[in-house]
């Protein structure tokens, strides 16, 4: 036997063996009592119900945070018995023996690789009222859009095809609430098919970055709300009033230090920033593009993360003229992502190089706009200072204070001119930026936006 050191999961399986315990219980029960055989309960909601109050766990923790009510708890357990307890649910792979299959009642899928039962919201019908069709009716609710199970993306059902009643769904518990109730952590989502984002971090600190007084005056109203929002919400009550999270459009050249101050916001208050791959997002078959959108949202909130969508107007550009079905469907994408991220319960940023071809009715649910534009004299002089490492000297010919003057450079550029120049000079071996590097590398620049100097 393996000995489980880790305090979490000893807690979680200890509360865990007790809860299957009392779902196979349940399921002998219900199927028992279908097929007229004689079961020690006469019905589920007699069997006893496993206290979780012998010790703390991240699982009893769970249940008791969402004030779970018994068909909640099945539901739960009915979920994750796939992923911990499959063999549990091969009493529904009984055949009916007027039909030699197993009994239609009992819902359930076979996966692809999956060898066990598969449970469905049929199962759950199955479990939770028998042939009652009242009480049938009233469990579904469970899959309203509304339950707390939805909209913290816990269980849901796997959409149906079209022709198919819904029930016929598989039910999906959330692979963040899967390792939580198991490992009694979560993991951080990689990238993925169904999680196309990147988490993006730096080294660098706010006194690294260069901004004017305009854009950190803007900044300002972000801040507040990163800072107060759980006594704005709660404290004085506006959860009832205004819609969760806080919606901000960054705009502005490029290289002008909007991924970096996003970046810095996470790591100001201790959050992940995934950057969105757009480009795995955007899809040309009509409804792919809300459904990669939902699978980012449903995960990040479970993360309570930052999400940067670099480059914005691939996803939130304006609306256009309907000249055919496929303008028409094209305003329908972008009026269902209006909606998606004002739902969001956290932190999103957009960022744009040109905030005009961002669609107005996008722009008027923003919470705030933060400009940044190219560093002038004062600010490029600085970001040139930032850009030197310590031990690094430069040519007596170079002047940087006129360099700054002369080329109008975003931060970007001067890093990349960086780069460029400080591996000459370690190729040359020695610790003296050249006159004529750091020109070849300012031209270089210039080269790449089509100007000249």
């Not at 059902?157 to 609430?177: F, H, N, V, Y």
């Not at 984002?197 to 007084?213: F, S």
């Not at 995934?274 to 990669?292: C, P």
């Not at 959108?293 to 993360?303: I, R, S």
Request: include cysteine; charge should be negative; aromatic fraction near 10%.
């Amino acid at each position: 036997m393996v000995n489980i050191d880790d305090q979490k999961i000893k807690a979680n399986v200890f509360h865990l063996d007790q809860e299957f315990k009392w779902l196979e219980n349940v399921l002998e029960t219900r199927i028992g009592t279908h097929l007229g055989r004689e079961t020690r309960y006469g019905d589920i909601f007699d069997i006893p119900i496993p206290s979780l109050n012998s010790q703390p766990s991240v699982y009893s923790n769970f249940i008791e945070y969402y004030k779970m009510t018994i068909p909640e708890r099945m539901s739960l357990l009915l979920a994750l018995a796939p992923h911990v307890y499959p063999q549990l649910l091969d009493v529904f792979l009984v055949e009916n023996s007027s039909s030699d299959r197993i009994f239609t009642e009992f819902g359930g899928l076979k996966g692809q690789m999956h060898g066990g039962f598969l449970p469905t919201g049929e199962t759950l019908l199955f479990i939770l009222a028998g042939n009652d069709l009242n009480a049938r009716l009233y469990y579904q609710r469970l899959f309203d859009r509304d339950h707390f199970f939805r909209r913290h993306n816990i269980l849901k059902l796997d959409e149906a095809p079209l022709t198919e009643p819904p029930m016929s769904g598989q039910l999906i518990l959330s692979k963040e609430i899967v390792d939580l109730l198991t490992s009694g952590s979560v993991r951080k989502p990689q990238f993925s098919r169904n999680f196309p984002a990147h988490l993006i971090t730096t080294k660098l600190t706010w006194d690294d970055l260069v901004l004017n007084t305009q854009t950190e005056d803007e900044l300002q109203e972000l801040l507040a709300w990163v800072k107060y929002s759980q006594q704005l919400m709660n404290e004085l009550g506006m959860s009832r009033k205004l819609c969760p999270g806080y919606r901000c459009l960054f705009h502005g050249p490029p290289g002008t230090g909007k991924t970096l101050t996003a970046t810095l916001i996470g790591k100001l208050i201790d959050k992940d920033v995934y950057r969105i791959d757009l480009s795995t997002i955007v899809s040309k078959y009509i409804g792919e593009t809300e459904k990669n959108l939902e699978k980012v949202f449903d995960q990040a909130e479970n993360f309570d993360c930052i999400l940067f969508f670099d480059e914005a107007d691939a996803l939130y550009g304006k609306r256009t003229n309907i000249s055919d079905a496929h303008d028409r469907y094209a305003n329908q994408e972008v009026a269902y992502l209006l909606q998606r991220i004002e739902y969001y319960s956290g932190l999103v940023i957009l960022a744009t190089n040109f905030k005009s071809n961002i669609d107005e009715a996008f722009i008027r649910r923003l919470q705030a706009l933060v400009h940044f534009p190219l560093p002038d004299e004062n600010d490029r002089y600085r970001l040139w200072l930032n850009a030197f490492p310590e031990n690094i000297r430069l040519d007596k010919e170079i002047d940087m204070k006129v360099i700054a003057e002369e080329y109008k450079l975003s931060g970007g550029s001067i890093m990349n001119i960086m780069r460029f120049v400080l591996l000459l000079t370690l190729k040359r071996q020695s610790d003296v930026i050249q006159y004529d590097e750091l020109m070849n590398g300012i031209r270089r620049e210039f080269q790449k936006v089509g100007k000249t100097m």
